[in-house]
Nanobody, 119 residues
Framework: QVQLVESGGGLVQPGGSLRLSCAASGNIFSINTMGWYRQAPGKERELVATITSVGSTNYANSVKGRFTISRDNAKNTLYLQMSELNAEDTAIYYC?????????????WGQGTQVTVSS
């Protein structure tokens, strides 16, 4: 089992910045992909960004150039640096970890952290 605990959410003004963290613990394989997803009220959960264990990244078009995903493998911690925030970024942000072994895929989610962009 893997546990994911997000932190760093909160209220921020438009144009501001925020940094999310996700601490992972448990049976974590050396090769995995971690990511951030978000869900706004009345909308489906959507990809924000992902990063592999070797550092390859992928971003949603809506956050490219504004958000930066990174990870510290030694600390099993995932980060999301968010800047130039706007109201459309308001959502619950979820940490995700996917790992595979013996043709089985293991998919884990954190409990989410609220990000609200408002003046």
């Amino acid at each position: 089992q893997v546990q994911l605990v997000e932190s760093g959410g909160g209220l921020v003004q438009p144009g501001g910045s925020l940094r999310l963290s996700c601490a992972a613990s448990g049976n974590i394989f050396s090769i995995n992909t971690m990511g951030w997803y978000r869900q706004a009220p009345g909308k489906e959960r959507e990809l924000v960004a992902t990063i592999t264990s070797v550092g390859s990244t992928n971003y949603a078009n809506s956050v490219k150039g504004r958000f930066t995903i990174s990870r510290d493998n030694a600390k099993n911690t995932l980060y999301l640096q968010m800047s130039e925030l706007n109201a459309e970024d308001t959502a619950i942000y979820y940490c995700n970890l996917v790992q595979r072994r013996n043709f089985a895929t293991f998919n884990y989610w954190g409990q989410g952290t609220q990000v609200t962009v408002s003046s």
